[in-house]
């Protein structure tokens, strides 16, 4: 390697010192070397941060909606039915309250057409119609249609026809009464009436409608108009195969009004009523199975035959229904 010299003088006399030259790249291996020295014989370098894995989410389930569908037949054979109904009856007049129970029953053949909207075209005939007050079986002289004298005691056959459609309701004997004001035959076909349930042929599970229904009834010689609102639901389909029932339940609201008026007597008749219904239909058939509902009906009557002294009286009937169909 080579030195240089250099000579200065110092108290009088010459000092020489002696540098040796160091080629630039030994000069930084070494530093490099120091470097990775120190940096080994200190701490140890810190390892990079390792983020936490993220939740993978599980993929939603898709739920595919199951459609539960039936198709009731256009024609119903005959079926026959028993049906029953009981209802308690309240009497408020002018404060005098009493009580009445009333039951009614008989045995009904029906036979139907359904449209494809549930409109009903329906015939049949009424049998052993009874009815029973507190216990108490009242005489039922309705005349059959194969006798010309009414026959007391004896098991009533009525005829009728019937037909059911979104905007009305009407059950008529056969041959048509000339007045069917408190006629025994207009009480037996009354249970036809509540039998008659609107539902189309192509129904769907979830499915609702709703129809708006005017009948007529007389009642202590009063005409009385019952406007009905239903809404119907589709609720279930029990059973497989042949042995599959539409279960529909139906609500009712009505409003009743009549008026009687003539030379010396003016009665005037309002009330509401509100009822609900669970109905049972073959699928394969077509043909009610069962039906069970209650109903509770308000009623004022006023008399207005003396029009300084009007009287009224409030009536409030709470009355239950089951109908089967017999084997």
Same mark, same amino acid.
């Given at each position: 390697?080579?030195?240089?010299?250099?000579? /200065?003088?110092?108290?009088?006399?010459?000092?020489?010192? !002696? @540098? @040796? #030259?160091?080629?630039? #790249?030994? $000069?930084?291996? =070494?530093? $490099?070397?120091?470097?990775?020295?120190?940096? #080994?014989?200190?701490?140890p370098a810190a390892a990079p941060p390792v983020a936490a894995p993220r939740p993978v989410p599980e993929p939603v389930p898709v739920v595919v909606?199951?459609?539960? %569908?039936?198709?009731?037949?256009?024609?119903?054979?005959?079926?026959?039915?028993?049906?029953?109904?009981?209802?308690?009856?309240?009497?408020?007049?002018?404060?005098?309250?009493?009580? !009445?129970?009333?039951?009614?029953s008989a045995l009904i053949a029906l036979t139907l057409q359904r449209a494809i909207d549930g409109a009903l075209r329906g015939s049949g005939r009424v049998d052993? @119609?009874? &009815?029973?007050?507190?216990?108490?079986?009242? +005489?039922?002289?309705? /005349?059959?249609?194969?006798?010309?004298?009414?026959? #007391?005691?004896t098991p009533a056959t009525v005829l009728f026809d019937a037909r059911l459609d979104a905007t009305s309701l009407r059950v008529v004997t056969r041959p048509p009464l000339p007045n069917e004001c *408190?006629?025994?035959e207009v009480g037996a076909t009354s249970l036809v009436r509540e039998m008659m349930i609107r539902i189309p042929r192509e129904i769907v599970v979830g499915d609702r409608w709703r129809d708006s229904t005017l009948s007529f &009834?007389?009642?202590?010689?009063?005409? =009385? $108009?019952? %406007?009905? !609102?239903?809404?119907?639901?589709?609720?279930?389909?029990?059973?497989a195969g042949e042995q599959q029932t539409v279960v529909v339940t139906r609500l009712t609201t009505s409003l009743l009004e009549g008026r009687l008026q003539n030379s010396w007597r003016a009665l005037e008749v309002t009330g509401t009523g509100f009822g609900n219904d669970e109905a049972r239909v073959d699928v394969t058939t077509g043909a009610l199975l069962q039906l069970e509902g209650s109903a509770t009906? $308000?009623?004022?009557?006023? *008399?207005?035959?003396?029009?300084?002294?009007? /009287?009224?009286? !409030?009536? &409030?009937?709470?009355? +239950?229904?089951?109908? +089967?169909? %017999?084997?």
């Open positions: 390697m080579p030195n240089r010299s250099t000579a /200065r003088h110092v108290a009088g006399r010459v000092v020489r010192r !002696q @540098f @040796f #030259a160091m080629p630039v #790249a030994a $000069s930084l291996a =070494i530093m $490099s070397l120091a470097i990775m020295s120190l940096v #080994a014989c200190g701490a909606p199951v459609v539960v %569908r039936a198709s009731l037949p256009a024609s119903v054979p005959e079926r026959r039915y028993e049906v029953r109904s009981s209802a308690r009856i309240e009497r408020d007049s002018a404060g005098r309250k009493d009580e !009445q129970r009333v039951e009614t052993s @119609f009874a &009815v029973r007050v507190d216990g108490a079986e009242v +005489t039922v002289p309705t /005349r059959p249609a194969t006798s010309a004298a009414p026959i #007391a005691k *408190d006629r025994p &009834v007389c009642r202590a010689a009063i005409p =009385i $108009s019952v %406007r009905s !609102q239903h809404e119907y639901v589709a609720a279930r389909i029990d059973g009906m $308000s009623l004022r009557l006023t *008399d207005r035959s003396r029009p300084s002294a009007p /009287r009224a009286e !409030q009536v &409030v009937q709470r009355a +239950t229904l089951r109908v +089967t169909q %017999r084997r």
